[in-house]
């Protein structure tokens, strides 16, 4: 089941967040934030839960790119998966039900940064309308190693075509 993210299952999300960042293969985050900062940095109707028998598996959700308003439309993506859900298609179903809402939002621009190791997330990213749109070359050290990240992107052709 896919439903909204609600201040409740913060704990559980907090724990897949972790275990993504133990990865390494993640972000270039190293802390989890408290939910008070999560809250205030991610879009409120652009944030859902994957859940099988009552338990959270999973989550996406956005968070702007920039103040600007400019940028009022462009999200940028998250998306977790416990690892024991992985390869089940959990990531596609959040990301697929993530686009429906970023569109409902009114926003017709997504972008993910990928470390390019983590293939799994590149194909998930692409499978769902994403493509490459650049090579960032050693943009910044996680654990003291220089890390490159792809940037994708997808373009709503429902929201800001005309």
């Given amino acids: 089941m896919i439903r909204a993210l609600e ?3 913060w704990e559980r999300v907090a724990e897949i967040y972790a275990r993504g960042l133990e990865t390494g293969e993640a972000t270039f985050e190293t ?10 940095s991610h879009l409120k109707d652009c944030r859902i839960v994957a859940e099988v028998d009552g338990r959270v598996i999973g989550w996406a959700a956005l968070s702007g790119v920039s103040d600007r308003c400019v940028y009022g439309g462009v999200g940028e993506v998250s998306v977790y998966v416990d690892a024991g859900a992985r390869g ?3 990531g596609s179903r959040l990301l697929a039900e993530l686009v429906s809402a970023s569109e409902r939002a009114g926003l017709w621009t997504l972008q993910a940064g990928v470390f390019p190791e983590n293939e799994a997330s590149v194909r998930v990213h692409e499978n769902a309308g994403f493509r ?5 070359e050693r943009l910044g050290k996680l654990g003291g190693r220089w890390r490159d990240v792809l940037l994708l ?6 929201v800001g075509v005309a």
Avoid at 31 to 40: C, G, H, L, Y
Avoid at 132 to 136: F, S
Avoid at 153 to 158: C, F, N, P, Q, V
Wanted: hydrophobic share 35%; aromatic share 8%.
């Fill in 153 to 158: 992107e997808r373009r709503s052709d429902r």
């Fill in 88 to 90: 089940a298609g959990v």
């Fill in 7 to 9: 201040a409740g299952d």
């Fill in 132 to 136: 490459l749109v650049g090579h960032r």
């Fill in 31 to 40: 802390e989890v934030p408290t939910w008070e900062v999560w809250d205030a």
